[in-house]
C-alpha cells in the first residue's frame, strides 16, 4: 500500500506542485487548502505523515500541530515554513513538529525528509499495550551518559528523576549523543544518522535542534551536557 500525506497548503499552485511531484513519487496525498480541512481529514482518515504550511488563514500549521499533539496524535509532521529566523522555527519544534524546510524548497529535499520521517516510525507504536499491562522494562533496556537516563524501546528519557518530554528527532538525536557520549559526533554524521541526509553546511536544521534540546535538558546551577566543538560538531559530556 502506497504510503500516505495529507498535505494542507493555502497557496494553490505549491499545492498543486506538491501534489503532483508526491503522487509521482508514489505517495497517496490528500490535499487541503488550509487548517481546518486538514483536521477533519486527519480525523477521517489518519495519514502516515503531515505536511503544512505554516502561514494559512484561520487555523494555520502551528495550531493543527497543536491540536493533533494535544489529542496524542504522534504522525510525523514536517512544517514547511517561510520563516527563517530560528525562533520561528523553535516554535515550529514547540508545537510538535518532526522537521521543516524553508521556502522556496527543493523537492527532493521534501521527498528526503519525508523518508527520514517515516523510516524513524514505529509501526507498532499503535499497536502497544496500555501501559497499566506493560511488562517492567528489563535492567539492560536502558542506556546511561552524563547524568541522562533512556528506554529506547519506551521511547522515554530522563535528566536524573526529571522526565523529558521530547519529540521523534529530539529523542534520536539525544539517543546518538548518550550512546557516544565523550565522542564528538561531526555534523555529517549526525545528519546521516538522524536524517539520513546531509543538507550541506549551509543548513541550520541541527543547530536548532541542538539548541531546542539544550533548553529541555539545562538546569539552573547544573552543568551543560551538550558542547559544541567548533567548527566540527557536538558533544555529550558533564563537566
Known amino acids: 500500500m502506497p504510503q500516505t500525506v495529507l498535505l494542507a ?4 499552485a505549491i499545492r498543486n506542485a506538491l501534489e503532483r511531484a508526491l503522487t509521482l513519487e508514489g505517495y497517496q496525498v490528500m490535499a487541503v487548502a488550509d487548517g481546518v480541512e486538514a483536521l477533519a481529514q486527519a480525523h477521517r482518515n489518519r495519514p ?10 484561520g487555523i494555520d500549521g502551528l ?14 509532521v514536517l512544517m514547511l515554513t517561510a520563516l527563517v529566523e530560528t525562533a520561528d522555527r523553535i516554535a ?10 524553508v521556502k522556496p524548497f527543493d523537492v527532493e529535499e521534501v521527498f528526503a525528509r519525508l523518508r527520514a520521517l517515516l523510516r524513524r516510525t514505529s509501526p507498532v507504536a499503535a499497536g502497544s499495550a496500555p501501559a497499566a499491562e506493560a511488562p517492567r522494562p528489563l535492567p539492560d533496556r536502558f542506556i546511561d551518559a ?7 524501546q519506551a521511547r522515554r528519557a530522563w535528566r536524573g528523576a526529571r522526565e523529558l518530554e521530547l519529540t521523534r528527532t529530539e529523542f534520536e538525536l539525544l539517543e546518538l549523543l548518550v550512546r557516544n557520549a ?30 531546542y534540546l539544550r533548553r529541555k535538558l539545562d538546569e539552573p546551577d547544573a552543568p551543560q551536557l551538550i558542547h559544541t566543538v567548533r567548527g566540527v560538531g557536538y558533544v555529550l559530556r558533564e563537566d
Open 146 to 152: 552524563a547524568g541522562i537516563r533512556m528506554d529506547p
Open 63 to 76: 495550531q493543527v500541530c497543536r491540536v493533533l499533539r494535544a489529542e496524542g496524535d504522534r504522525t510525523p
Open 92 to 101: 515550529g519544534l514547540d508545537a510538535g513538529a518532526d522537521d521543516y524546510v
Open 182 to 211: 565523550g565522542i564528538v559526533l561531526d555534523h555529517s554524521t549526525i545528519y546521516d544518522r538522524i536524517w539520513g541526509y546531509d543538507f550541506g553546511p549551509g543548513s541550520k536544521n541541527l543547530a536548532v535542534y541542538v539548541g
Open 9 to 12: 497548503e493555502d497557496d494553490r
Open 48 to 57: 502516515d505523515v503531515l505536511v503544512l504550511d505554516v502561514m494559512m488563514p
